[in-house]
C-alpha cells in the first residue's frame, strides 16, 4: 500500500482508490454523461436525447451527483425562457483518460460480453 492509499484508508471513508472512483463515476449512467460532455457544453434535453433509456429524474439526479462531486458545472441563464448549460469541470476533464479507455474496452469487447451474457442465460435455463 502506498502513501496515498494510506491515507485514503485513514479517512476512513473508502476501503480503495477504485471505490472513490466508483463512488464519482459508478452506476450506468455517470461516466455515459461524462462522455457525452467529453466533446463540450450541453442542455439538459441535449442530454436526455445521447443517453437513450435514461429518465428525466434519473438525469437530474446523476447531474446533481456529478455537479456535488465537482465533476460537472451547470450554468443558469437567467433569462425566459430558463436556459441551463453542463460542462465538465477542470477536475471532470481529468477523467477523460479512464473514459476513453472505457470507450476503446467496450468498442473492442461489447460483442464478447453480449455473446457471453447470451451463452449464461442460456445456461441459466
Known amino acids: 500500500m502506498n502513501e496515498k492509499e494510506s491515507n485514503l484508508a485513514f479517512l476512513g471513508r473508502y476501503s480503495c482508490p477504485v471505490e472513490a472512483t466508483v463512488d464519482v463515476i459508478g452506476g450506468k449512467w455517470k461516466s455515459v454523461i461524462v462522455y457525452h460532455l467529453l466533446d463540450g457544453t ?8 445521447l443517453n437513450k433509456g435514461i429518465t428525466q429524474r ?19 441563464y437567467r433569462q425566459i425562457p430558463p436556459k441551463v448549460e453542463y460542462s465538465l469541470t477542470e477536475f471532470g476533464r ?6 476513453l479507455f472505457m ?11 453480449l455473446e457471453n451474457r447470451e451463452k449464461h442465460e442460456t ?3
Not at 60 to 75: F, K, N, P, Y
Open 58 to 76: 434519473m438525469l437530474t439526479l446523476q447531474l446533481r451527483e456529478l455537479e456535488a462531486s465537482g465533476i460537472v458545472h451547470r450554468e443558469i
Open 94 to 99: 481529468s477523467l477523460e483518460p479512464l473514459i
Open 42 to 49: 450541453k442542455r439538459f434535453n441535449e442530454l436526455k436525447r
Open 123 to 125: 445456461n441459466q435455463s
Open 103 to 113: 470507450k476503446n474496452w467496450g468498442l473492442e469487447n461489447m460483442e464478447k460480453v
